[in-house]
């Protein structure tokens, strides 16, 4: 079935430094990705998508490029704040269900 | 708008009693959805509605029932708490329950439930 694998966490980086958290999914045919950020302390939101292969989505700094040759919507930052520490989820729609299917989740600390 | 909220934002519960966790959105969505978060599993669907009236079963519905008898709200109940059920509570929404728009849902803060 549809599915999605994260990363483990949790991701420790200094401030500035450069953030790759790994994204692969298996999926019938070519579904909408997407990545949500959960502050401490709060829920989800959606940080960004991407509708079809080959789209960057981006948003506060964060992009993600959907790549069907390697099934994968990795999530990256050029300098992360510490304001960034958070927990982040993958998720795509299940082909059968509709519904999203969310990854286990990031955890990224940045520190000073 | 205050969004998605959600009461309480703890709870503990001893095994055997029953509760509701309330959700309201005041954005006019169509979809609205529970969750449960547990440490390792990311979020699992537990209910959804596509409308006023309208419910259906996630991937783990079981102990758990809902309704929906207007728009904004959405609540949650369990009708006899277990350990299991230990784990926080994210209400969703959505303005479409259909197609891409269903898919940026919006999460209420969640509860912290823990059964003794």
């Known amino acids: 079935g549809d599915s999605v694998t994260q990363m483990e966490g949790p991701v420790t980086l200094s401030e500035e430094a450069f953030l790759t958290i790994n994204c692969t999914y298996t999926?019938?045919?070519?579904?909408?990705l997407f990545w949500y950020v959960q502050y401490p302390g709060e829920g989800l939101q959606l940080l960004l998508k991407a509708t079809k292969a080959d789209d960057k989505g981006s948003n506060k700094g964060f992009e993600a490029t959907y790549r069907k040759e390697t099934t994968s919507f990795h999530l990256e930052k050029g300098s992360v704040q510490v304001s960034d520490s958070a927990v982040y989820f993958c998720a795509l729609p299940s082909y059968n269900t509709d519904k999203l299917i969310f990854g286990t989740g990031t955890r990224l600390q940045v520190f000073p | 708008n205050a969004g998605v909220t959600q009461t309480p934002k703890f709870q503990v519960l001893k095994t055997g009693q029953s509760m509701t966790l309330q959700c309201a959105q005041d954005m006019n969505h169509e979809y609205m959805s529970w969750y449960r978060q547990d440490p390792g599993m990311g979020l699992r669907l537990i209910h959804y509605s596509v409308g006023a009236g309208i419910t259906d079963q996630g991937e783990v519905p079981n102990g758990y029932n809902v309704s929906r008898s207007t728009t904004e709200d959405f609540p949650l109940r369990l009708l006899s708490a277990a350990p299991s059920q230990t784990s926080v509570y994210f209400c969703a929404s959505s303005y479409s329950a259909v197609g891409v728009e269903s898919y940026e849902q919006y999460f209420g803060p969640g509860t912290r439930l823990t059964v003794t």
């Open positions: 999926a019938t045919g070519y579904p909408s």
